[in-house]
C-alpha cells in the first residue's frame, strides 16, 4: 500500500497547511514542508485521491481501488501534489482516511514542529529528544529533519553556480570592453567637437564629465532593460527552486536589483572614463586640426610585407587595414576572444550535460520495465492475482517466454548497515542477468558476483574509502565483508547507497522491499518496442503489472542547464558581434575618404564588401585561436566544480569532450562571429557612392 496522509480541508479561499495528519496543530508561521498542487485539485471529499506527483502510476480522473482497505473502495484522481520531504505517496481528506483504516486500527498522525534553534543537526536532534520525552513513550515512530531536504535542495541549486558564474564573468568583461569601445570611438571620432567645446571654454574636467554622461544615459536605459529581462529569465530557474520548498524565499530580493544595477552602472563609468580623460587631455589646436583619418603612414609596413604574399590587392588592403588602427584592433581581437570562449564553453557544457543525462539514465537501462509489486496495491481491469512477491518466478516466466525478450535483470531496495557508520545505508540489490546494467563509472569497474559492490563518490568521500578497499556490512547481528569494485556516477541519496548482487546479502537477514523492485528488460534488436509491450501486457494482466516504456527522459535540472547555456551562450555571441560591428563601422566611417580614393580607381562594390570582410578575417582566425584554449580550460575546471557541488566525481569521458570533430568548427568560431559583425559595415561601404566617399572629411 501507498503510505496516505490525512488532509486538512482548507478555509474558505483558503489551501491545506501541508501533508500532516488530521490532528496536527495548524501552524502560526512561515511553511512547514508545503503542499504545491501542481495539476487538478486539492482532496477535499470522500472518494477522493492526490497523488505524489512523482508516482506515474494513474493520471487526472483515473479510478484506483485500494483492495487492502475496508470494501475496497475506489478513489477518483483528482490532482497531483509535490512536497520537499515526499512524506507521502498520496493524500485523501480526513474522512477518507478513517475509512481506509482497517478496523480496530487508528491512523498514524504526521506532526510538523518548527524550532526555535535549528540551524545544525545538533540542534534538531535535542529538540526532537526533548519532544520525545514530553509524549508517551512509542509516540515517535520515524522523524525526518528539514536539514536534510535542505541540503539536497542546496546540492541542485549550487550546480547552476559554478558555469553562471563563468558566464557573468565573461558577460561583464564584453560589456566592459563594449563600452570602451564605443566611447573610445566617440572621441576619436568628435575630435574637431571637442577641440570646438575647449575653445568656447568647456575644461577638461568638463569634458571628461560629458563624454562618461554621454555612456551613462543610454546605459541606464539598457539597466533597466536588463533588469527586467533578467528577472524574466529567471522564472524558469525560480520555478525549479520552488520545487525544493526549502524555508526562505525563491523569489528576486530587491536589494539583489538594485545591487545589480549600481555594480553596472559602476562598470559603465570605469570603462568610459580612460577614453574620457583622454578626450580631456586633448589641446584645442590639435583638436580642431585633427581629422578622423588615421595619421600617415600607420599600418604601411604591413602592407608592405602582405604585398608580398600571392593575394588579390583586395585582400591584402583588408589584412593591413586593423594595423592602422592597433588599439581599436586589440579592442576588436578582445571581444571575438570572448566570444569564442563562451562558444567553446557552452559548446562543451551542453555536450557535457548530455552526457551526464545519458549516464543518470543508467539507473534503469531496460527498454521496458515491469514493476512486480506496484505501489499501492490497486484492482486493474483483468486482474486475477493480487499483486505480491509470490508472483515473481510466474511474472519471470513470462517475460523470459515472451518474443522478443533478449535479456533482463531485476533490483531492489533494502538498508544494513557499514560497520564505522552510524546509520543504515540503502542497498541496491540485483539479480538476473545484469551485466549490461551497469552504471557509468567514474573509476574501476561494475560488480559482476557476489562479494563485490559499486559505490557513489558521495559514499566514498563520507566513509573516507576507496576503490578496492574491503568494508563490513552488518545487519541484525549479521556481518558479510564486500569489496569496493568501482565508483559510479551517481547522487540519488547523496550518494550514500550501495548496489551489489543480491547475493552478497546472504546471512544478513537484510530483505529487500517488494514495493521497489523493477525489471528492466533488453530486447533482442529488431524487436518493436510497442507492439512488446503490448504483447507483454496482455500476458501479464492477470497480475495487474502492465510493462512501461524504458526511462529516456531528461532531468529537469539538467534541462535548465542546457537552456541556461545556450541562452548565455547567444547572448555573448551576439554582444561579441555587435563589438565588432561597431568597431568595423568606425574604422569604415574613418576611412571613407580612402573608400572613396579606391572606388574611383575602379573597386567594385563586390570587392569593397570583400576588403572590409578580409580586414576582420585574420582578426577572427587570431582570436578563435587564442579563446578555442580558454574555453577548453574554463570547461575542464568547471564541470568537474559542478559535479563536486552536486556531491560526485565527473567521469572522465563527461569532461573529455573536444573531440575533433567538435574543435575544428570551434575554432573557426572566431572568424564567423567576426564575418558576421562585419557584414553591415561592408554592406554600407559598398553602398557608399565613389562622389560622396571623396568629398567625406
Known sequence: MATLRGQQVPDAGGRPDSARGVCGPRRSRGPVDDLTITSG???????????????????????????????????????????????????????QLTALAKPGTVPDQQMLYRFTSAATDQQVAADRDELTASVPAGSLTSADSYLTIKLAADKTSATFVPFLVSFGVLGLCMSVLIIGV????????????????????????????????????????GTLLGLILGNLAAIPILNRADEAQVAGSTSIAPWLDVVVALVALAAVAGAALLPAL???RLRTTQALTVGRTPSNGRGRTARQVLGRLPLHRTAILGLAGPFARPGRSA?????????????????????SLNAVQDGMNRKSPGAVQVDPVPPPAITMPGMTHKPDIANMPAIEALITAQPGTRRFFSFGHT???????????????????????AYQMVSGRWFRGPGEVVVPSGFLTTTGTHVGDTITLANDNHRAQVRIV???FSVQESGMVILTDEASLNGLNAKVMPESIEIDIDLTPGTNQQAYLGSLGEALTPYGVPPVPGYTGLNGMVVSMDALALMLTLMLVAVAGLGVLNTVLLDTRERVHDLGVFKALGMSPRQTVAMVLWSVSGIGLVAGLIGVPIGIVLHDYVVPAMGTAAGTRMPHADIAVYQPAVLVPLLLGGLVIAVVGALLPAGWAARTSTAGALRAE
Not at 201 to 217: D, K
Not at 338 to 350: E, H, M, Q, R
Open 41 to 95: 485539485t486539492w482532496a477535499s471529499a470522500p472518494g477522493q485521491v492526490v497523488l505524489n506527483e512523482h508516482m506515474a502510476i494513474a493520471g487526472l480522473g483515473d479510478q484506483l481501488t485500494f483492495s487492502d482497505a475496508p470494501g475496497a473502495p475506489v478513489l477518483t484522481v483528482v490532482g497531483m501534489a509535490r512536497s520537499a520531504g515526499d512524506s507521502a505517496d498520496a493524500w485523501v481528506s480526513p474522512a
Open 182 to 221: 564605443v566611447v573610445s570611438g566617440a572621441v576619436s571620432s568628435a575630435s574637431r567637437r571637442i577641440g570646438i567645446l575647449k575653445a568656447v571654454g568647456f575644461t577638461p574636467g568638463q569634458v571628461v564629465r560629458a563624454y562618461v554622461g554621454l555612456a551613462l544615459a543610454p546605459s541606464v536605459v
Open 278 to 280: 583622454r578626450a580631456g
Open 331 to 351: 579592442a576588436m581581437v578582445a571581444a571575438v576572444v570572448l566570444g569564442a570562449i563562451g562558444v567553446t564553453f557552452g559548446a562543451g557544457l551542453t555536450i
Open 415 to 437: 538498508s544494513v548497515s557499514v560497520v564505522g557508520r552510524a546509520g543504515e545505508t540503502s542497498v541496491l540489490a540485483y539479480q538476473g542477468d545484469y551485466s549490461w546494467g
Open 486 to 488: 568501482g565508483e559510479a
